[in-house]
Nanobody, 120 residues
């Protein structure tokens, strides 16, 4: 099994920054992609950013250059650096990982989420 644990959320004023971390543990033969999603109260979960195993990043339109996703293979950690935060960025942020485990069996894992609250 592959486990993801997010951290780094909190309360920040508009215009501030946060760095979210997603610690990955378990047996993995390869990582196809990692991503960050968010869910605001009363809304569906939406994609924020993804990064492929080759390191190619993609972002939702609403990011507008404010966020940056990265991976540290040595630490088995995925990061989301968020700058210029807006109140509408408030929500629970989830880490997601797609890859291959023992026997090259594909897996998709989710973390438990970390709360981000941006005050105006």
């Amino acid at each position: 099994q592959v486990h993801l644990v997010e951290s780094g959320g909190g309360l920040v004023q508009a215009g501030g920054s946060l760095r979210l971390s997603c610690a990955v543990s378990g047996t993995m033969l390869s990582i196809d992609a990692a991503g960050w999603y968010r869910q605001a109260p009363g809304k569906q979960r939406e994609l924020v950013a993804t990064i492929t195993g080759a390191g190619n990043a993609n972002y939702a339109d609403f990011v507008e250059g404010r966020f940056s996703i990265s991976r540290d293979g040595a630490k088995n950690t995925v990061y989301l650096q968020m700058n210029s935060l807006k109140p509408e960025d408030t929500g629970v942020y989830y880490c997601n990982l797609d890859g291959r485990t023992t026997g090259w069996i594909p897996f998709r894992s989710w973390g438990q989420g970390t709360q981000v609250t941006v005050s105006s």
